[in-house]
């Protein structure tokens, strides 16, 4: 199981991510705050998670910025 909110850029509003095996949804949450920290936040529940693959992988699907 995997549950969070995700930070997409250009979204005004929250991205709620709930996921069960090979199923997931995905839907709007509520609008970020003023001020608010934009932050994404997983929980993954299970047994024997291999945190080093997992965390490898979503390190995968960070957007790349460059400096000038």
Same mark, same amino acid.
Do not use: A, H
């Given at each position: 199981?995997i549950k969070g909110i !995700?930070?997409? #850029?250009?979204e005004l509003r929250k $991205? !709620?991510?709930? @996921? $069960? %095996?090979?199923?997931?949804?995905? #839907? %709007? /949450? &509520?609008?970020?705050?003023? /001020? #608010? $920290? %934009?932050? &994404?936040?997983? $929980?993954? !529940? /299970?047994?024997?998670?291999? %945190?080093? @693959?997992?965390q490898k992988g979503l #390190? /995968?699907?960070?957007?790349? =910025? =460059? &400096?000038?």
């Open positions: 199981r !995700i930070n997409l #850029e250009d $991205v !709620i991510f709930q @996921s $069960v %095996r090979s199923s997931f949804k995905l #839907e %709007r /949450g &509520t609008p970020w705050l003023e /001020g #608010e $920290v %934009r932050l &994404t936040k997983m $929980v993954f !529940i /299970g047994y024997n998670l291999k %945190r080093q @693959s997992l #390190e /995968g699907c960070l957007k790349k =910025t =460059t &400096t000038n």
